[in-house]
């Protein structure tokens, strides 16, 4: 079922009542509120340019539990070079809109979901110590990274890019090392991609997923103010 959502309200329905594809609800904001009741029920926001907020519970999820992780012999070879140099949090915004620029055509895609209105909603995120960026940098340029939200125990990652070969992968590991070292339990990677299974993600029913997340949810009670699209 797709709900429409009120706009002067921030809770979501049961994301167990999404449609087969995964859409929940259509409307409201992207309001740091909002978004954050939404990362805690695993629903993620994913529209195209002009078009209305569409919300989405993917079943099943994909998620990279830290411990799973696998690190190719190549991709050691280059972390342990010290080519790249990773940072956390120094360039949120412009990591984003790198991300934004990636050439997605190839995934079937003309446009890139990460908007205007999507970027500002983000970096309010990341002012207020919720959203966060792990940024590749060569000879001081970046050049690769990935930007994502934290809730508790939780990465929800969000998008990645690179202008260099392996530079979002070694962002990639810097992310999993710094979720072992704070004992995260698990990375969402949302859809399930060839890239990200290679590092040892792995699908998950919704229902699992939402099981993990429930020391975190803060709106079973922002459920009831919406109206109902069938």
Not at 44 to 51: A, C, E, L, R
Request: glycine share 8%; aromatic share 14%.
């Amino acid at each position: 079922m797709i709900y429409q959502l009120d706009p002067d309200y921030p809770g979501f329905p049961d994301p167990k009542e999404a449609e087969p594809n995964g859409l929940i609800a259509v409307g409201g904001d992207l309001s740091p509120l909002r978004l954050i009741h939404a990362y805690a029920n695993g629903i993620f926001p994913w529209y195209n340019s002009g078009d209305p907020i569409l919300w989405w519970s993917l079943d099943p999820r994909m998620v990279l539990f830290p411990d799973e992780f696998r690190l190719s012999k190549s991709l050691r070879r280059v972390v342990k070079s010290n080519k790249f140099e990773v940072r956390i949090d120094t360039q949120f915004e412009l990591t984003m809109r790198s991300c934004a620029q990636v050439d997605r055509t190839a995934q079937g895609q003309d446009d890139t979901w990460i908007t205007e209105e999507m970027v500002q909603a983000y970096v309010k995120l990341h002012e207020l110590g919720f959203a966060h960026s792990f940024e590749t940098y060569f000879r001081g340029e970046l050049v690769g990274g990935l930007y994502g939200v934290s809730l508790g125990p939780f990465f929800f990652g969000e998008s990645m890019f690179h202008t260099m070969t392996d530079a979002s992968k070694v962002a990639f590991v810097r992310l999993v090392d710094f979720c072992r070292k704070h004992h995260f339990r698990l990375i969402d990677a949302q859809q399930e991609t060839p890239h990200l299974a290679s590092f040892g993600a792995r699908s998950i029913p919704r229902s699992q997923f939402l099981n993990h997340l429930s020391d975190i949810t803060p709106t079973n009670t922002l459920r009831g103010k919406w109206t109902s699209l069938g």
